[in-house]
């Protein structure tokens, strides 16, 4: 007998049996992949419109695993936030009426009864004021990490680990919007911050900058991506100073003139910024001491809001293009933005990275305790 002839038949059809059921499994997880795919659009698309005002917000709290901590834990962050936003709504006297989310998702690992995917959100919101029907669009953008478990039959969320342009929790243990209309009448510019010709910031080209570079939010340009010559920093403390310095200073942007302080430096590895440039607490000070900035004004959102003997509109409203608001939690400026512009009735929306926000409303997402700090960016004929 030809052990040969014999055996060689029998590797190619084993073979044929091995690589036919790889064809089937990969065909098996490409085909649950993408049904994984279309539910987490599903999941992300309700969890939208149960932003809208008036909504029921029981479909978008069903797709929860309750059975796993992190799940639980996942629920009530997502009831937590859209009462939230809800009431924040609510307190500025507008409506939701529009959310529609865009999705990619860059990473998955697909098993028989679990799933998690790495999701880049580009979220379009938009809110109305009473008898204007003019539509206030803005955008955030948010990164996440979900995980789903199959529990009889049914895709739900185990985990969902990210950070939100429209609420936080993470700031304080009850987060709870400020009292506050968003509209303030009669809304007026004051004709002391009115754009002036000869002054060393660029504020129109500081506000495009933002606008291109506002990352994942809707309503950004150059693909949803940062400007690449900068550094992200994302994963080491977070990216809002450094894209506000990169607003104020890029030669595209603001145009504002670097210092020994206030610096980024290229190089082939990308380059790096001073401690002023990407710290928030640091370019906060640079601004008050360098004469570049004034603070005109700090504290809670009914005191920045609010109309006074100094500020006739509120003291948020003296602000225009190109400055900047600090945002202070628990004693310290955490974060910062950029002014890019107003809504229909006159209240001030900004850009922002961590998280990427495009025409935002100024206090979107912050709680009664946090306390503003408002810096107009000075003239070159006040700067020391």
């Given at each position: ?66 059975t796993a901590q992190l799940g639980r834990w996942a629920l009530s962050h997502e009831q937590t936030r859209l009462n939230f936003i809800q009431s924040w709504a609510e307190k500025r006297g507008v409506r939701f009426t529009e959310a529609t989310p865009s999705l990619h998702i860059p990473w998955s690992r697909v098993q028989e009864d679990t ?80 754009n002036d010709s000869h002054a060393v910031l660029d504020r129109e080209g500081a506000a495009r900058y933002a606008d291109e570079y506002a990352g994942l939010a809707w309503g950004a340009g150059n693909d949803h991506n940062y400007n690449p010559r900068y550094g992200n920093l994302n994963d080491i403390g977070g990216d809002c100073t450094n ?142």
């Amino acid at each position: 007998m030809n052990l040969q002839k014999i055996a060689m038949p029998l590797i190619i059809a084993t073979a044929a049996v091995i690589m036919g059921t790889s064809t089937c499994k990969a065909a098996d997880t490409t085909s649950l992949e993408n049904e994984l795919q279309a539910k987490v659009k599903e999941i992300y698309d309700v969890r939208a419109l149960a932003i809208i005002t008036g909504a029921d917000p029981g479909p978008a709290l069903a797709y929860f695993d309750t059975t796993a901590q992190l799940g639980r834990w996942a629920l009530s962050h997502e009831q937590t936030r859209l009462n939230f936003i809800q009431s924040w709504a609510e307190k500025r006297g507008v409506r939701f009426t529009e959310a529609t989310p865009s999705l990619h998702i860059p990473w998955s690992r697909v098993q028989e009864d679990t799933a998690e995917f790495i999701v880049s959100q580009t979220l379009q919101l938009g809110y109305v004021y009473p008898k204007d029907p003019t539509v206030n669009r803005f955008g955030i953008g948010t990164r996440h990490w979900i995980k789903l478990a199959r529990k009889d039959g049914k895709w739900l969320i185990r985990q969902d680990f990210y950070t939100d342009g429209l609420f936080d929790d993470a700031k304080a243990p009850d987060p709870t919007p400020a009292d506050g209309n968003a509209s303030i009448e009669p809304v007026e510019q004051s004709a002391s911050i009115k754009n002036d010709s000869h002054a060393v910031l660029d504020r129109e080209g500081a506000a495009r900058y933002a606008d291109e570079y506002a990352g994942l939010a809707w309503g950004a340009g150059n693909d949803h991506n940062y400007n690449p010559r900068y550094g992200n920093l994302n994963d080491i403390g977070g990216d809002c100073t450094n894209f506000v310095s990169q607003c104020l200073g890029d030669k595209s942007g603001g145009k504002l003139p670097m210092d020994g302080a206030w610096y980024y430096r290229h190089d082939r590895e990308g380059g790096s910024g001073s401690l002023a440039w990407v710290q928030a607490e640091a370019f906060a000070e640079w601004l008050s001491y360098s004469g570049r900035g004034q603070r005109i004004a700090w504290g809670t959102f009914p005191e920045m809001n609010q109309p006074d003997a100094k500020f006739s509109c509120g003291a948020v409203r003296e602000l225009q293009k190109g400055d900047v608001i600090g945002y202070e939690e628990n004693g310290y400026i955490e974060h910062f933005a950029i002014v890019v512009g107003t809504d229909s009735k006159g209240y001030p929306v900004v850009n922002a990275h961590t998280v990427d926000r495009y025409h935002s409303p100024w206090d979107m997402g912050c709680d009664k305790t946090t306390v503003f700090h408002l810096f107009r960016i000075n003239d070159a004929s006040l700067i020391r």
